[in-house]
């Protein structure tokens, strides 16, 4: 008999609607509004449950829970289109460490932050002598034990969502969305962009080393745990805003193909890209490089720029800025909403959300104002459109092509 049963009240009606919009924003498509679903994580939802990482990392049956009650934190108090399904799904991870814990960085763990890794490369010597890792090195390793304990565990659990009994699902322990220029960057820290001008040759065989690992553990994940069915293929990019179109071009763009190619063939959303730097020297690369997604673009890249580059070419999830939805009035959130929403909604295509991860105290009543704004602007033109949205005073978007 389970020992915790949880009980959600969600209105159905709700949930419908959310997910009309959330799935037409991945078809490049609209509904009645623009979906809100902002970039809320463990590190929010345990300050909001005023839970540490001491606690939350101290075994697998305690991880369990943690996780299992943040997302039901998260379905009964926050105020955007999140909710879909009538379930709750977790993912075990130990934050974005968990890569390059595999390619042998130390990871230096807080009670009151996520934990960090500190660089392993001292030297583009050191790239020599680095080896791939096997699926079960560093922290890859312990999510597999703690996978196991944690499906058996599941028996203590009882979801019951709107009367009716709902499934929690754990997801595969995939390695994580850290793509190969991230664990790079983490790897060898603010050395590593020297050493890209300096030893090029070295820093492929890095990066090459790094992606050969990465692709052998998703593979064999895939294989040991083959459901349920992965429906996208994502690459985090995170530090690689740094550098020159032209060293992207080299140093990840072929490495994150190989991923994509590996990884994410016949999916709808198979060359998925996370990017939330000043990206806009980038974004024609972007073009080329034919992603289906940017999830979390960067609020510090002008919401007009993006759109001119990639508006109708494939969904897009931003970007209002993290430090305004902390610290701002809500009348100013909605305001920066109007114009994230002036730059792209007209095309289909857009969750609105921050720009990127929302920090822990964010209050709720800011992130309602995006869903305020959502609501006041309504249906979304048709790309073409040259209408004008009287209902935003001050905010002119006559569509501009795209």
Known sequence: MANHIIKIDYPPERMAANARRIQAAKALKAVDRTPVWVGTYDRYYLAQRGVGYDEYFSGPETYLYHKIMNQVWAIENMPDDRCQEPEITIYLDFENVTNASAFGCEVVWHDGEPPWALPTLSSPDDIDRLEIPTPHAGLWGKRFAWYEIVQHNLWDYRLIFNGEEAPITVLPPDPDTEGPFTVAQQLGGIDLYAWLALYPETCHQL???????????????????????????????????MISAGMYRKFCVPYDDQIYDALGQGMADGRSKHMCGKIDHLLPVLVEHRISSLWGFGHVVEPEVVADALSGRCWLRGNVSPVLLLKGRPEEVEQAAKRVLAA??????????????????????????????????????????????????????TASGG
């Open 207 to 241: 990066m090459h080393k790094i992606t050969t690992g990465l692709v052998q553990a998703h593979d064999y994940t895939r294989r040991r745990y083959p459901r349920p069915v992965r429906t996208s293929c994502a690459v985090v990019d995170d530090g690689a805003e």
């Open 344 to 397: 792209f909604a007209r095309y289909g295509g857009l969750i609105l959300a921050d720009g990127f991860s929302i920090a822990p105290g964010t209050p709720l009543e800011n992130i309602a104002a995006l869903v305020r704004a959502s609501e006041a602007w309504g249906p979304v033109e048709p790309a073409g459109s040259q209408m004008v949205n009287a209902s935003w005073s001050g905010v002119a978007h």
